[in-house]
Structures are given as structure tokens and as C-alpha cells.
């Protein structure tokens, strides 16, 4: 086994055992297929490359204090890269394909899922990707299927830390009617400039706003946002934010807790009322938000005062993540133990 300092792992792709894919080929599914190879083969006019044919998931496997490896809600990503398919006209995976593909791919990279102390975990990426040749705009006939997988830490390297956001108006992540609920490489492209202008002014991410009138919160670049006051777990509701796994998981949780949860329209102005605000999904679980600046209204909205994620932050990322690692009891059937 490769020399991994579990404890000092970033956010990116580190060469794995095996890969599984499985192909799309006359009008049904092949079997999934065990592959060692990085590489894809891909013809030049596969409508992957044109036109954008080309759906994602992200999902994590954890290894618990009793050696067990757990996979956190993969049928909710099965069935989302099922509305992707349905988004840009690719044909649907079968939810059981997926499902083994996910299984198998994390099996034979055992020896990669992170120890139970680590702080890390396996990161699973599904790719679904139209591989036929067409130069007209149209789906392809022919699709690829792939699971692989990469040891990972924190999203953010201040891991749970609160780091400051800021609201950049002149870009949009997704239109209202179009793909921002799917997840799909061209949301990712279109955020990779406001991105990279945040980061380069000491952000960690770009809170977009409504791309219609600009008057309610969306969501962050890689992440939903929610904020919490008086005992509530507030989530904005639109037509352009891709459905977060840990996001619905996180409203369950705060319910549990006692709290009330509201997905509605969340107004830029109401910030000022949050006691805290944060983003997440799978990468990140939850990434607290320091004070986010609306830069074009050269206004400063402030969650911590001390540095420190907020109680109920934590409350929240401790009970989900002790679910992931089998520290809690699964009571929802979250979870998935591979034998």
C-alpha cells in the first residue's frame, strides 16, 4: 500500500485500484465491467464533447470504529442522476445499475477508504456521458457509464472552519429554466469565473443570487445555503438550485433536533437576521460561513464573531456525520454496508 498520510489528504483525485463502467449500447444497458484504466476511449464527435451530453454525482464511503465501510444515501443519487438523464436527454440509468456499479467500485478500492480517525473519507464519483458521434444537435445513442473513486479531505482546506462568501451580481450560475437543477458539468463551467474572481479577493465560494430579478439567495458555487434564527433551519426554494443530498438530509436532522425547517424565498436583506448561515453538500457536509459581502452593495453580513461555527452548525455536522460513520444508529436507512 502506497505511503498515504490519511490525516493530511486535500480535495482531489488520487490514483485508485479499479474503476467500473458499464455501456449503453442498441437500446439497453450492458452489464457493469471492471476496468484498471484511467483512460476512456472517445470518439471526436461523442455529443460528451459537443453539446454537453455529460451528468455527474458525488457520494462518500466511510470507514466506522468497527472497521465497517458504510455508503451514505447512494439511492438518492441514483434517482438524481435519473432527473440529470431526463435534463439533457440522455437515457436513464437503472437505478440497481447504479447501485451495483457504487458497491463494486468501492470493494475493490478498499484498501483506500480512510481510517475511522482520520478525518477523511472515499469520495465516489459517477460520470454518465453520451459517447455517440453526432455533428447535429441531438442526444446521442450510445452512453458510458462510469464509478470511480478517490481517497479525499476537507472540501475547503480550513476544513469545519467559518470562511467569509461574497455576492458578485455580473454572473450567473444557472438560468431559471434551465439546467441549474441537474447535475451537470455546464452549471460547473459557468461558475469557474466568479469563482476564481472570489478566490482571488480571499473568498471561499460565490453566493449567487436569483438569476431573474436578483433579489433572492440561490445557492453557493459548490453548495446549498441555509441560514438559522429563532430556532429555525431556513433553505432558499427555486427553480435553479441543484437538490443537495446533504441538504435534505440536514432538514430531517434539524427536525430531530427540534427546530423548524423553511424552504421558501429567502431575500437578500434577510441575512441580516441570520445568528448563522452556512453551505452544504457532500464535499463539504456543512462549511461555515464567517460573514458573506454583498460586493456590488458594498454591504458585510456577519455570522461569526469569534471564528468559530455557530451551535447549531454543529449540532447538525456532528449528528450527520455520526450517521455516516455508524457512530449513531441509521434510523432513516441512509446507509449502505458493504460486506
Given at each position: 500500500?502506497?505511503?498515504?498520510?490519511?490525516?493530511?489528504?486535500?480535495?482531489?483525485?488520487m490514483?485508485?485500484?479499479?474503476?467500473?463502467?458499464c455501456y449503453?449500447?442498441?437500446?439497453?444497458?450492458?452489464?457493469?465491467?471492471?476496468?484498471?484504466?484511467?483512460?476512456?476511449?472517445?470518439?471526436?464527435?461523442?455529443?460528451?464533447?459537443?453539446?454537453?451530453?455529460?451528468a455527474f454525482?458525488?457520494?462518500?464511503?466511510?470507514?466506522?470504529?468497527?472497521?465497517?465501510?458504510?455508503?451514505?444515501?447512494?439511492?438518492?443519487?441514483?434517482?438524481?442522476?435519473?432527473a440529470?438523464?431526463?435534463?439533457?436527454?440522455?437515457?436513464?440509468?437503472?437505478?440497481e445499475?447504479?447501485?451495483?456499479?457504487?458497491?463494486?467500485?468501492?470493494?475493490?478500492?478498499?484498501?483506500?477508504?480512510?481510517?475511522?480517525?482520520?478525518?477523511?473519507?472515499?469520495?465516489?464519483?459517477?460520470?454518465?456521458?453520451?459517447?455517440?458521434?453526432?455533428?447535429?444537435?441531438?442526444?446521442?445513442?450510445?452512453?458510458?457509464?462510469?464509478?470511480?473513486?478517490?481517497?479525499?479531505?476537507?472540501?475547503?482546506?480550513?476544513?469545519?472552519?467559518?470562511?467569509?462568501?461574497?455576492?458578485?451580481?455580473?454572473?450567473?450560475?444557472?438560468?431559471?429554466?434551465g439546467?441549474?437543477?441537474?447535475?451537470?458539468g455546464?452549471?460547473?463551467?459557468?461558475?469557474l469565473v466568479?469563482?476564481e474572481?472570489?478566490?482571488?479577493?480571499?473568498?471561499?465560494?460565490?453566493?449567487?443570487?436569483?438569476a431573474?430579478?436578483?433579489?433572492y439567495?440561490?445557492?453557493?458555487?459548490?453548495?446549498n445555503?441555509?441560514?438559522?434564527?429563532?430556532?429555525?433551519?431556513?433553505?432558499?426554494?427555486?427553480?435553479?438550485i441543484?437538490?443537495?443530498?446533504?441538504?435534505?438530509?440536514?432538514?430531517?436532522?434539524?427536525?430531530?433536533?427540534?427546530?423548524?425547517?423553511e424552504?421558501?424565498?429567502?431575500?437578500?436583506e434577510?441575512?441580516?437576521?441570520?445568528?448563522?448561515?452556512?453551505?452544504?453538500?457532500?464535499?463539504?457536509?456543512?462549511?461555515?460561513?464567517?460573514?458573506?459581502?454583498?460586493?456590488?452593495e458594498?454591504?458585510?453580513?456577519?455570522?461569526?464573531?469569534?471564528?468559530?461555527?455557530?451551535?447549531?452548525?454543529?449540532r447538525?455536522?456532528?449528528?450527520?456525520?455520526?450517521?455516516q460513520?455508524?457512530?449513531?444508529?441509521?434510523?432513516?436507512g441512509?446507509?449502505?454496508?458493504?460486506?
Open positions: 500500500m502506497e505511503n498515504i498520510n490519511w490525516t493530511e489528504l486535500s480535495f482531489g483525485y490514483k485508485t485500484d479499479y474503476n467500473i463502467r449503453y449500447r442498441n437500446g439497453k444497458w450492458g452489464e457493469p465491467e471492471i476496468s484498471d484504466s484511467e483512460m476512456i476511449p472517445l470518439h471526436m464527435a461523442a455529443t460528451c464533447l459537443h453539446y454537453g451530453q455529460e454525482e458525488g457520494l462518500k464511503a466511510f470507514k466506522g470504529k468497527d472497521g465497517k465501510v458504510r455508503i451514505f444515501r447512494m439511492r438518492e443519487n441514483a434517482l438524481r442522476l435519473q440529470s438523464c431526463r435534463g439533457i436527454l440522455m437515457s436513464e440509468l437503472p437505478v445499475v447504479f447501485e451495483k456499479a457504487v458497491v463494486e467500485a468501492v470493494k475493490r478500492n478498499q484498501r483506500f477508504v480512510p481510517p475511522y480517525e482520520s478525518g477523511a473519507s472515499l469520495y465516489i464519483r459517477p460520470l454518465l456521458i453520451g459517447t455517440g458521434a453526432q455533428v447535429g444537435v441531438k442526444p446521442a445513442s450510445e452512453y458510458l457509464f462510469v464509478v470511480f473513486v478517490t481517497p479525499v479531505g476537507p472540501y475547503f482546506k480550513e476544513g469545519f472552519k467559518p470562511t467569509p462568501y461574497a455576492i458578485i451580481r455580473g454572473y450567473d450560475r444557472a438560468a431559471p429554466l439546467t441549474g437543477t441537474f447535475k451537470v455546464g452549471n460547473y463551467a459557468a461558475s466568479p469563482g474572481i472570489a478566490h482571488s479577493k480571499g473568498y471561499s465560494a460565490v453566493l449567487y443570487l436569483d431573474r430579478e436578483k433579489k439567495i440561490d445557492e453557493c458555487g459548490p453548495a445555503f441555509f441560514g438559522i434564527k429563532n430556532n429555525t433551519y431556513i433553505t432558499p426554494e427555486s427553480v435553479s441543484l437538490p443537495s443530498i446533504t441538504n435534505k438530509s440536514l432538514m430531517v436532522l434539524a427536525e430531530e433536533l427540534g427546530m423548524k425547517v424552504r421558501r424565498q429567502v431575500p437578500v434577510e441575512l441580516a437576521t441570520f445568528e448563522e448561515a452556512g453551505a452544504c453538500g457532500t464535499a463539504a457536509v456543512i462549511s461555515p460561513v464567517l460573514r458573506i459581502d454583498d460586493l456590488d458594498n454591504k458585510s453580513y456577519v455570522f461569526s464573531k469569534d471564528g468559530q461555527a455557530g451551535p447549531v452548525s454543529i447538525l455536522y456532528n449528528k450527520l456525520r455520526a450517521i460513520y455508524g457512530d449513531e444508529p441509521d434510523k432513516y441512509w446507509i449502505t454496508l458493504v460486506e
